[in-house]
């Protein structure tokens, strides 16, 4: 069975390849049949529960919850604890018992014909702007979940081509639609990303992002005008009582329509200031907000996405795409369940008016993308580009000032499936440090700027003295005027499955080091 599995922040929506057609699958749960399973962790007497089963404790009052796994591991890496309830998993376990309860859903909850041995063939995404280390942490939780990873996808790609199935047809070379832009608003993260749409090969040309802003954000809005409101100070709930409000937020957020004037939040608050024996059942508190207020204050976070939107209008001259032709464009094709609430929908139409068209299935165009992909029949091509800068900090040449270097730049890509940086130098210091990061954007000056990802560090000695040193950390960094004569060579392997190798050569001496960037291992 092949499958497109959307981790999503707020759910996780999953479309099978069935003979050329993509149906989302449903599941069964506590209440009937859903097309998605919940992004939630719940603890309860010391098990970690998630999904579905996470949704039941959660009505139950855990001791401890996450309401978005996928967003709780944004920025970690792998062996970064997370803490739930008083013991921690690391970033790498929580995603992989998040993805064990998928798997087990798909095999006995969902109306796929599965068998139980039958091995789950998968095509996945992850954000556009997914650092690196994000991308590894994915493929490898997938694959300790039990699923064999087919591939994965930038998020906009898969949405790319699940609009082209369903808006362009057989994409020819006469089309003169050349491009589709993506507006992708999910529950956690914005992408929006310029996707080509020549022949059926979907090549990822420019993108942008915000790493941490979705419809998450809106429910934490509405949340603190409830908490106001209502007269309660947000330092008074407990992480589980929070969990559930902002889950009552979505809930409210959701019933909203263009035409309506209220929105009726149910909160449910436990006095936490008398005694265990006096506790009573928690009081309801019934909040009616107007919805326009909300709509302004939501107003920012959209005005965030649509500056993003048309800073990829404005780049496409870069790449030879007259984006004054409306005849190149396929759509501004708005995806994400986070798009349908009012004021993001209201602002793309005013803003891009003709241009836009909304996906009949929002929250399951990236699933259904990913499943196209999947299925060898359909002909699809992709080629995705990296979508962060990729680079070091190193010791300058002069004084104690620290010089960066871009690796990989943005957009940049290639044909096969690792891209490859050299670089060559003579050394001036004893020891080199190398601290390595990823950021979405470089400032004027050059140095990184926007989304922030550290990526680790490595020591090589540039001294020969220091050869047979085992750990080059403990060693002296010193400005050195007589080691003109080695000559170090540097060479990165940008892998697809979200590592970077590493190999540092003295090329003078025969000495060479490797390292592998992205992995725990």
Known sequence: MRLGIDFGSTRTVVASAQGGRYPVVTFESPHGYSDYIPGIAALDDQAVRFGWPAVEILEQRPTAAIRSVKRRLSGLAPEEPVEIGPGALSALDLATGYLKELRRALLYDSNLDLDG????EAMIAV????????RYLTLEAFARAGFHVLGLVNEPTAAAIEFARHNLGAIGRRSPKRY???YDLGGGTFDVSAVSLAGRRFELISSEGIVELGGDDFDELILGMSLEAAQLEPSELSPPERVRMLEACRQAKESLNPSSRRLLVELEHEDKSRSPGERQAPTRHEVVLDASAVHEAAQPLVDRTLSLVNRIFATLAHQGIDPSNPRELGALYAVGGATAFV???RSLRQHFKHKLCAA???????AIGLAIAADPDSGILVREAVT????VWREAEAGREKVFDPIFSKDSRSADDALVATRSYRPAHSVGHLRYLECSELAENGRPAGDLTP????FFAYDPAFEKVSDYSELPLERRSDLGR??????YRYLAEGTVEVQIENRARGLSRSYTLGSPR
């Open 388 to 391: 962060r800068h990729f680079g």
């Open 343 to 345: 004021p993001v929908m």
């Open 180 to 182: 589709v832009v993506v």
């Open 455 to 458: 990526w680790g560090e490595i």
């Open 117 to 120: 041995g039958e091995p789950l």
């Open 486 to 491: 080695e000559e170090i060579a540097e060479t």
């Open 360 to 366: 009949p299935q929002p929250q399951a165009s990236t």
């Open 127 to 134: 954000p556009a702007n997914a650092s690196t280390r994000q």
